[in-house]
């Protein structure tokens, strides 16, 4: 139903930051908690950060809490991800979705999903 299109990975040193962007279509963007994912290789897809229809409520796995910071901007259809004091371990295939109930917090109710950006930490 909704379309996301992420952008922004590449690869970079540690300790460097990266700037994930997710382009949504469509009219009901700012009815969506909005969210992050990310898959390593071998790995289950973790729940990286989530965000609510407003902006003023977010979740951040422990891996990533204090580096991370998701942000929206409702007027362009586009959820961020700043990503700061990248690790090697953050190397993954970052995911956008999109959780139609609104529980920006609950990792089983994200549905849509974008087509992920690769984001690659060398040490």
């Known amino acids: 139903q909704v379309q996301l299109v992420e952008s922004g990975g590449g690869l970079v040193q540690a300790g460097g930051s990266l700037r994930l962007s997710c382009a949504a279509s469509g009219r009901t963007f700012s009815s969506y908690a909005m969210g992050w994912f990310r898959q390593a290789p071998g790995k289950e897809r973790e729940f990286v950060a989530g965000i609510n229809w407003s902006g003023v409520n977010t979740y951040y796995a422990d891996s990533v809490k204090g580096r991370f910071t998701i942000s929206r901007d409702n007027a362009k259809n586009t959820v961020y991800l700043q990503m700061n004091s990248l690790k090697p371990e953050d190397t993954a295939i970052y995911y956008c979705?999109?959780?139609?109930?609104?529980?920006?917090?609950?990792?089983?109710?994200?549905?849509?999903w974008g087509q992920g950006t690769q984001v690659t930490v060398s040490s």
């Open positions: 979705a999109a959780n139609l109930r609104g529980t920006w917090w609950i990792k089983r109710d994200f549905a849509s």
